[in-house]
């Protein structure tokens, strides 16, 4: 199965997929990053929004709410959720906006998905060109250096009649700028149980590398991944937050 057709195909099983995620605390974590960091506007891009559980939050907090995705089914079920927001269908890889916005989030290693470098300068290039005098670039990342082909997240939870089964893990291979993210579904009912499995190709990045890419544009501030309280990264955990203000104008 391909890796928008896995996103397509089974959309409707995304918010089984995340259930563990607290979605309000990372909205909340951003909005207090925005007040201590960004500029005193509240209008907000989400990129790679899914079904946008953040923009609910981030609406429920006073902010006027985009969302941009690549997948059209999930943009319907954000619409769904959040008919006050605006949604584009767009890649976040080169995306325009009618009129800049002062917050832009990418949850849930999202940034990974610009796929290569060169890319990912891209994507770069198209958030500072999106954001107001003084805005706010937030998002999470993993250091390529640090993945460990073995580790995955696992999780189940029941729907209707069927027990699901996710399971997701980075896998690197030690050079090159491409990792993937490995994700498998199982879905059991009635005794019977079915399996999907995909990869998706990502971009490797390491945490220098990310900065050096960041710094033209931003003041960067790299953040433990901790969306309970806001610490500055120990310079070795593999998962960070970072926080860019917008430079110039």
């Known amino acids: 199965m391909s890796t928008n057709a896995l996103y397509t195909d089974l959309s409707e099983y995304y918010d089984l997929m995340c259930r563990d995620i607290?979605?309000?605390?990372?909205?909340?974590?951003?909005?207090?990053?925005?007040?201590?960091?960004?500029?005193?506007?509240?209008?907000?891009?989400?990129?790679?929004?899914?079904?946008?559980?953040?923009?609910?939050?981030?609406?429920?907090?006073?902010?006027?709410?985009?969302?941009?995705?690549?997948?059209?089914?999930?943009?319907?079920?954000?619409?769904?959720?959040?008919?006050?927001?605006?949604?584009?269908?767009?890649?976040?890889?080169?995306?325009?906006?009618?009129?800049?916005?002062?917050?832009?989030?990418?949850?849930?290693?999202?940034?990974?998905?610009?796929?290569?470098?060169?890319?990912?300068?891209?994507?770069?290039?198209?958030?500072?060109?999106?954001?107001?005098?003084?805005?706010?670039?937030?998002?999470?990342?993993?250091?390529k250096n640090t993945i460990c082909n073995q580790s995955?997240?696992?999780?189940?939870?029941?729907?209707?009649?069927?027990?699901?089964?996710?399971?997701?893990?980075?896998?690197?291979?030690?050079?090159?700028e491409q990792q993937a993210l490995k994700l498998s579904i199982a879905r059991t009912s009635a005794d019977i149980t079915q399996v999907w499995q995909d990869q998706h190709p990502m971009v490797a990045v390491s945490f220098a590398e990310l900065q050096a890419l960041l710094c033209p544009y931003f003041e960067v501030h790299i953040l433990a991944h901790d969306y309970d309280k806001i610490t500055p990264w120990d310079t070795a955990a593999g998962n960070a937050l970072f926080a860019c203000v917008k430079r110039g104008n």
Not at 168 to 175: D, I, N, V
Request: glycine share 8%.
């Open 22 to 143: 607290n979605y309000l605390a990372q909205s909340s974590a951003v909005h207090r990053l925005h007040r201590m960091l960004g500029n005193s506007s509240y209008y907000h891009l989400d990129l790679a929004c899914g079904t946008g559980s953040h923009i609910r939050h981030f609406l429920d907090l006073g902010y006027q709410c985009s969302g941009l995705d690549l997948n059209q089914p999930m943009l319907e079920l954000a619409r769904a959720r959040c008919p006050q927001a605006h949604f584009i269908l767009q890649n976040m890889c080169h995306f325009t906006l009618d009129k800049q916005v002062d917050l832009i989030t990418c949850f849930l290693y999202s940034v990974h998905y610009s796929g290569s470098i060169n890319s990912l300068q891209q994507c770069i290039a198209s958030v500072f060109q999106a954001l107001t005098a003084g805005g706010l670039f937030v998002f999470n990342a993993v250091n």
């Open 152 to 176: 995955a997240v696992r999780h189940s939870t029941q729907l209707d009649n069927s027990h699901f089964v996710f399971e997701s893990g980075w896998h690197y291979s030690g050079e090159g």
